[in-house]
């Protein structure tokens, strides 16, 4: 019976700590930043350090950012290249330029909470990706990879990638240049689907969808006309998970697939910063 009694206060014990330290942040406390994510069209990173097409190459040799000169007007690069004015040879009829996005963030000292809330724009497109009407990715740099902290996520994207309009391997996915897990080179990538998948994976030599260790919960939530969704990620992982400390900064872009979208065919962000404790674009304040 004693033993009864003393398992018992363990477990509950036990349980009481977990919910306490898996407990979700009040986001009513946590600041929200305004982020826009555009559609890109054909814009893979050699597009843009080519220099003859894209002005901007000459300001990233001088440790210029993307968002420092073009945070402001991602909306209007949206509506140029969505409707083929700019570097976009397959229009597609009733796609959403671009899409305002709310971002939050906060941590327990063990795991990092973020939050997306965006409103559903309207669509209209082919169903590329008939399972999902949103897939929802974010990638983390712990500042190894080259241009990281001035591109974004875009080191990862390349114009011989398979739904580019030049890819000659309908198997090449993604890819960071020279990236590997043993040199730290890589993106950390988490995804939620609507299906209700979640993927803890990377980015290195090439894409990985799952096998990391660090992604506890994916989940969203479509309320009225706004998707909410949310992440819960451990501080430590596995195998392609950055491990994350109080006052470390590090380098985040995320993409959203709409309306079905897939491939190529989604909009993203471009380059910003998330501080654990730590100023930063993105700031996950302890709750």
């Known amino acids: 019976m004693q033993n009864l009694i003393t398992a018992s206060a363990v477990g509950l014990v036990l349980a009481l700590g977990a919910g306490g330290a898996m407990a979700a942040p009040d986001w009513s406390k946590a600041p929200g930043k305004k982020i826009t994510v555009f559609y890109p069209g054909v814009s893979p990173i050699e597009w843009i350090t080519k220099g003859t097409e894209h002005g901007g ?22 509506k140029k290249i969505v409707t083929g004015q700019k570097i976009e040879p397959k229009v597609i009829k009733g796609k959403a330029a671009a899409i305002p996005v709310t971002v939050q963030a906060s941590h327990d000292g063990a795991n990092l909470y973020m939050r997306f809330s965006w409103k559903q724009p309207a669509g209209g497109a082919d169903k590329m990706d008939k399972d999902n009407q949103v897939k929802l990715a974010v990638m983390f740099d712990d500042n190894k990879i080259e241009r990281a902290n001035l591109s974004g996520c875009w080191e990862s994207c390349h ?27 890589f993106y950390d990538l988490i995804q939620w689907t609507s299906k209700g998948a979640k993927h803890d994976g990377y980015i290195a030599d090439k894409r990985v969808m799952d096998g990391g260790k660090a992604l506890v919960e994916a989940k969203g939530e479509k309320k009225g006309d706004e998707w909410v969704v949310t992440f819960t990620r451990k501080f430590a992982g596995g195998e392609g998970d950055i491990a994350m400390a109080a006052g470390k900064t590090y380098n985040i872009g995320f993409a959203i697939h709409d309306d079905h979208a897939s491939g190529r065919f989604h909009h993203v962000s471009l380059n910003y910063t998330l501080g654990i404790d730590a100023k930063a674009d993105i700031t996950a304040a302890k709750q």
Do not use: N
């Open 57 to 78: 190459a000459r300001g990233l040799k001088k440790g210029e950012s993307c968002a420092a000169c073009h945070e402001e007007e991602a909306a209007d690069m949206g």
């Open 159 to 185: 114009g011989d990638a398979r739904t580019m309009p030049d890819a000659k391997d309908d198997k090449k996915t993604k890819y960071v240049k020279d990236g590997s897990l043993a040199s730290g080179k």
